[in-house]
């Protein structure tokens, strides 16, 4: 993996981007904001391994929502991990209590329906759990970098694109950043 921080690594002319600090970045509060270097990662995976791309963004954060500047935003990949867990300790829970403490053959034979369902339930749990609270607009990181073009040899950024989860904090960033998105080296996406 290779890491770079903002900064060391180089930007074309012409792309620069501002994040505005008169509002938290989450829930939009414009008071008690502190701004906090949210470490956002891009990764890449190629054959035999990938690259990893970390960006320091300095975002206004309410004491709210401080943490959220560090929890990452969970993959797809990420969620199937916690799945499997789950669903190995399930199974292997239910071997035990089925074999051992009931002696029924019937949990080994429905071993996998049940397993599934068992390891449905801290999934489901953790979902809720990670839901936003009060004017909160994500529980995970609001800023992100869906886009990144990059030189092929330089690895120099020539585009970048931000995706924000409050709109009021996305309208802020086009507005201070006109210029760089009127040319396409700044741009804002979907998350
Ligand atoms: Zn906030």
């Known amino acids: ?27 939009g509060k414009t008071t008690d904001l ?7 990662r891009r990764t890449r995976y190629m054959l035999g391994g ?6 320091k963004l300095p975002l206004p954060f309410c004491k709210d929502c401080a943490p959220t500047a ?15 867990a789950a669903f190995a300790a399930s199974a292997l829970a239910l071997i035990i209590i089925g074999d051992m403490v009931l002696n029924s053959p019937l949990i080994a034979r429905y071993l996998l329906p049940f397993s599934v369902m068992l390891a449905a339930v801290p999934c489901a749990a953790m979902v809720l759990l990670m839901r ?44 201070v950043n006109r210029e ?12």
């Open 50 to 55: 990938g690259t990893e791309i970390t960006f």
């Open 180 to 191: 760089a998105i009127a040319k396409k080296l700044v741009t804002l996406e979907g998350i």
């Open 132 to 175: 936003p609270k009060g004017k909160q607009t994500s529980y995970f990181q609001p800023v992100r970098i869906p886009r990144l073009k990059q030189e092929f040899v330089s690895g120099a950024v020539t585009a970048i694109g931000f995706g924000f989860s409050n709109l009021a904090y996305a309208k802020a960033f086009a507005l």
């Open 1 to 27: 993996m290779i890491e770079y921080s903002l900064g060391t690594l180089p930007f074309r002319d012409g792309v620069v981007f501002l994040f505005p600090n008169h509002l938290c970045c989450n829930c």
């Open 70 to 84: 560090t929890r990452r935003p969970k993959s797809l990949l990420n969620w199937l991990l916690i799945f499997i």
């Open 34 to 40: 502190t701004t906090i270097h949210q470490d956002t």
